[in-house]
């Protein structure tokens, strides 16, 4: 796709985005929006909080500009977003004056802060909380990062580089993604940049390490001793990016774990080898000098990933950067992977992230999700028509996009110019929907605003989770349209709280807003009307106008002063609001549906009733469970062959969900079992 048409669609996408506001405040949001989605696709950053904020300078004061704030796990890291965004789809050019001029407004916004000018702003918006965690941590920050986003070409000052005004001792890096970087990216297939680490020739030297190969030669495992400069400087360098593959954020030093390395780094460095657990990484190529048979010198590592250790990693760099602390004597074991295929890495790094993991718990949630479900989900995403409005003759698709880029990629191959104008209408881009989308839509439906309000990723988790824990729902015609009307009435909702012109928050007043109705209501929101319409009913309409005044409200205002942005995220927030009492236009009822709208069958629930018919047979059966597994050929935990047939078979499905660490696999194979032992004595 050429530059000027990839600048055209990111432009239609954040029309859509913003319902095509004409505010201008608005469509830049939404700009910096897509921008941080396709950051976190890169691996650049996780988790952004918007927070738009701009102030004219006068004596003595700088000015500032600011569209979002991003704080790294170790807290050692701040990210700050400002963004040029032209709007008008042509990529056009951006001065270098004007690249200056920005990097500069964030820099006055971190000046400021630092400073403790959060005590000027209104505790009601989203830049005070920023300002004011700013202050709260400035000890605690080393390396600043300055992304500067933009819709046109930069042009950068004195050449490809240029060095940012230091603020005290913190380091200070500018970073640019401007529409010709975004566009680079896309037609890269969305491929992150690789890390490679020079240890013989930027790292003091090559590293020792002995080498195995599996027997089936699917992959080398190396064993290593880095020295602890080596590690936090690679960190330093890195930063976030080291640990990508990583299946959680570092935990910050609050942790009793990572006291335990700061400690050990302060007082007794030379027994942090002994006391330390290592770290887990992966690569995809290395550059080996071989001494004997089994021992190396290791030159250069390409795409170096930890996925295991992060804590270790970003404490070390702390204790070193913040601390000041003499780490020549830390020694790291590192255990390092090398997949003969770039496959086999990326099944490899979750279960190296499980399996080696014994520092702090990792559910099964931190992994990805991207199995039959939403497969099932993207193929009914294509063939599913929905009604056709007024003043169109055909009905159009809502697009899952279950692959980031997909969209632009399968519009790309619709063919001729013609047959592109064709696809856009039977895809409107503002029917376009993602994964993290999808959790949002139905972690709100479900009463769980506080989990929608601590971002994307995290809320895909938790969805996630629930799905391994009680099964996927089962993705059929019925479930993609009610999905899809959630999608209107959230999109919707996004517009109605948009006009009301309340600056900042209007993500939580979304959510917070349409978990309150939909709990009012009964789940009596006319799912299946809103797909047949293909809008949203006027009095109900209505009623979230007034729902979502409440909500600004009860949101901003905390209890004891704390922080708005994590008072939404907590239960405790959900809970005081989903008990108040807010009053609603009269008639608003009358448009809901006659009953509930149900959740959507799980897999869980078709095993409930799989188990409820099988297992009464077995209610008193005294043999072992181990002998049931062996004929069925279900793989079963050893320590739990003894275990009677009948201490299963008497629990009701309820029960047996409720068992400790009686998960989803178990409840399918205990069932599997059961099932394969009737049909055996029918036979």
């Known amino acids: 796709m050429k530059l000027t048409d990839f600048a055209e669609n990111y432009h239609q996408q954040v029309l859509a985005r913003c319902a095509h506001a004409e505010d201008g405040q608005m469509r830049e949001e939404a700009f910096t929006e897509e921008v941080l989605e396709d950051l976190t696709e890169a691996g650049e950053v996780s988790e952004a909080e918007m927070c738009y904020f701009r102030s004219k300078g006068k004596k003595g004061v700088p000015a500032t500009k600011l569209n979002a704030c991003c704080f790294s796990g170790d807290g050692s890291t701040l990210d700050l977003f400002v963004s040029i965004y032209r709007g008008s789809g042509e990529a056009e050019s951006v001065t270098a004056s004007e690249v200056v001029e920005h990097f500069d407004l964030a820099r006055g916004f971190l000046l400021r802060a630092r400073s403790g000018f959060h005590t000027q702003l209104e505790e009601a918006s989203e830049v005070f909380d920023v300002a004011r965690r700013i202050h709260e941590q400035s000890d605690a920050l080393s390396v600043v990062r300055i992304f500067l986003l933009t819709d046109g070409v930069a042009k950068l000052p004195s050449g490809a580089k240029f060095e940012a005004k230091p603020v005290d001792e913190l380091e200070l890096r500018p970073v640019l993604w401007d529409i010709a970087k975004l566009h680079q990216f896309h037609e890269s297939g969305r491929q992150r940049d690789e890390i490679t680490i020079d240890f013989a020739g930027e790292q003091g030297g090559a590293i020792p390490c002995l080498g195995e190969e599996d027997a089936t030669k699917e992959y080398w495992t190396f064993l290593a001793f880095f020295p602890g400069p080596v590690l936090a400087s690679i960190y330093g360098e890195h930063g976030p990016r080291l640990l990508e593959r990583n299946v959680r954020s570092f935990l910050q030093v609050r942790g009793n774990v990572n006291k335990g390395i700061q ?13 330390n657990n290592g770290i887990s990484a992966t690569a995809k190529a290395v550059d080996l000098e071989q001494i004997e048979k089994g021992l190396y010198r290791l030159n250069s590592a390409t795409d170096f990933q930890i996925v295991n250790g992060g804590q270790t990693t970003a404490s070390l760099f702390h204790a070193w950067k913040k601390e000041k602390c003499d780490i020549s004597q830390v020694v790291v074991q590192v255990k390092l992977t090398l997949a003969r295929e770039k496959a086999r890495l990326d099944d490899f ?11 702090n718990k990792v559910n099964t949630a931190d992994f990805s999700a991207n199995g039959p479900f939403h497969q099932r989900l993207e193929e009914l995403s294509r063939t599913t028509v ?13 697009y899952y996009e279950r692959a980031r880029g997909s969209y632009l990629d399968e519009k790309s191959r619709a063919g001729t110019p013609g047959q592109i104008r064709q696809w856009e209408r039977e895809h409107p881009i503002a029917q376009k929907f993602t994964k993290t989308d999808l959790a949002k839509f139905e972690n709100t439906w479900e009463g769980l605003p506080h989990l929608v309000s601590r971002g994307a990723e995290k809320n895909f988790g938790h969805w996630t989770a629930t799905g391994d824990e009680v099964g996927m729902p089962i993705a059929d015609e019925q479930y993609f349209k009610r999905l899809a009307a959630k999608a209107i009435l959230f999109r919707r909702t996004e517009q109605i709280v948009a006009a009301q012109g309340y600056p900042g928050y209007r993500a939580n007043i979304v959510t917070y807003s349409l978990a309150w109705l939909v709990r009012r209501s009964g789940r009596r929101i006319p799912l299946d009307e809103i797909w047949r319409a293909q809008a949203l009913p006027t009095r109900i309409s209505t009623a979230i106008d007034a729902v979502a005044h409440a909500a600004r409200k009860h949101i901003t205002n905390p209890p004891g002063g704390r922080n708005i942005t994590e008072w939404c995220k907590k239960e405790e927030c959900w809970t ?4 108040g009492s807010i009053d609603l236009p009269r008639g608003w009822e009358s448009e809901l549906a006659d009953e509930p709208m149900s959740s959507p069958v799980s897999e869980g629930d078709l095993l409930g009733e799989r188990w409820e018919r099988v297992r009464q047979t077995y209610i008193e059966d005294p043999r072992e469970i181990g002998e049931l597994a062996a004929r069925a050929k279900v793989k079963w935990p050893a320590l739990r062959w003894q275990h009677a047939v009948s201490d299963y078979a008497k629990l009701t499905w309820p029960q047996l969900q409720a068992k400790r660490a009686f998960g989803l696999a178990k409840q399918r194979a205990v069932l599997e079992m059961l099932e394969v032992e009737l049909a055996r004595s029918e036979n």
């Open 263 to 275: 400690k050990t780094i302060a007082e007794t460095p030379h027994r942090f080898l002994a006391y």
């Open 349 to 359: 790094v979750p279960h190296i992230s499980k399996y080696a993991n014994s520092q």
């Open 386 to 398: 929905a009604p056709a409005v007024e003043g169109l003759e055909r009905g159009t698709r809502w």
């Open 576 to 579: 005081a609001f989903s008990a």
